[in-house]
């Protein structure tokens, strides 16, 4: 926390990593936490401790992964301060992260969009509020960490409309608004009535909406929103997903690659590229190009009674 001054969010990984594993790793050696000593946790412990989370937790291998790092990060912390322990040591940061497979990111369309966006109830508190963060998480592709620490002072709504935030990374960003957003942030603001540093879409006792409160009301109005939209049954819309959302907008529209990564706050390019490999549109566009001799190129279309066939499988 001092020394190398990580993010609230780093920190409580990092917490609740050792939580876990030194919980699991006292009730194996029959000793409170404050009484282990650094031997306890070799190798085969941490071992043991990561397959406990996938077996017995249900944690997936991005967390598994996670933990592990978090463990790696300690040990190496500890290496040059225990030599006596360099070997137990090495063998801890010789334990490998798991590979693990990269599914194609899941996203809304404008009709999906536009459906969620409409589902809250305007005429409450609530649904007004929320109406203006979906639309704001739609159109601006914010991290749900960066959503709820916005204040009323990072609305910047004269020429040039834009949000400000400060991201991960401790990087500072703008991202412009379109004349719908700020419209629509206007009359929130003009309801909300706070100072410069009250939360932006505050809770009811005016507190900053928490990570859980965000992803609450997401999957609440997609519920309420399948009903103008039933596309949106097939889907497990989260937080995150929204976010996924504005690239595949961008991208759809036109926008190069590096200008989507600057707008999302990423540290380089080829973090987009899994929005490529997502994008259908492209790879039609590329078929498209394909001259076949002695024939216009057309897309198979199997018939009716293989694609009831497929349906049951």
């Known amino acids: 926390m001092r020394q190398r001054q990580a993010s609230p969010n780093t920190i409580a990984t990092y917490r609740d990593a050792f939580t876990l594993l030194l919980g699991f790793a006292s009730t194996r050696v029959r000793r409170q ?80 969009t536009d459906a969620l966006i409409a589902a809250p109830d305007r005429s409450t508190w609530t649904g007004r509020r929320d109406h203006a963060l979906l639309l704001i998480a739609v159109h601006t592709g914010l991290r749900v960490t960066e959503l709820t620490s916005l204040r009323i002072g990072d609305v910047h709504l004269g020429a040039g409309a834009h949000l400000r935030c400060h991201g991960k990374g401790r990087k500072d960003r703008c991202t412009p608004l379109t004349s719908t957003t700020a419209k629509t942030l206007k009359t929130w603001l003009k309801e909300h009535d706070g100072t410069a540093t009250d939360p932006l879409f505050p809770s009811r006792r005016g507190t900053p909406l928490s990570r859980d409160a965000v992803a609450r009301l997401v999957t609440k109005h997609t519920h309420a929103a399948r009903t103008t939209c039933p596309s949106l049954e097939d889907k497990n819309v ?76």
């Open 238 to 313: 989260t937080p995150h997903t929204l976010r996924h959302s504005t690239a595949m907008a961008l991208l759809h529209a036109g926008v190069d690659v590096s200008v989507i990564a600057l707008w999302l706050g990423h540290e380089a390019t080829e973090t987009v590229q899994i929005y490529l490999h997502a994008d259908m549109t492209i790879k039609e566009r590329a078929l498209a190009r394909t001259d076949p001799r002695g024939g216009k190129l057309r897309r198979y279309t199997a018939p009716d009674t293989l694609l009831t066939f497929l349906k049951t499988l």
């Open 33 to 112: 936490p404050a009484q282990m000593e650094l031997s306890d946790l070799d190798a085969p412990m941490i071992g043991a401790f990561l397959e406990h989370l996938e077996t017995e937790r249900g944690n997936n291998v991005a967390t598994r992964n996670a933990r592990l790092a978090a463990i790696h990060s300690f040990f190496r912390h500890a290496l040059p301060r225990a030599p006596e322990h360099a070997a137990l040591i090495q063998r801890v940061l010789a334990i490998p992260p798991k590979r693990r497979d990269r599914a194609i990111v899941s996203y809304l369309t404008r009709v999906e």
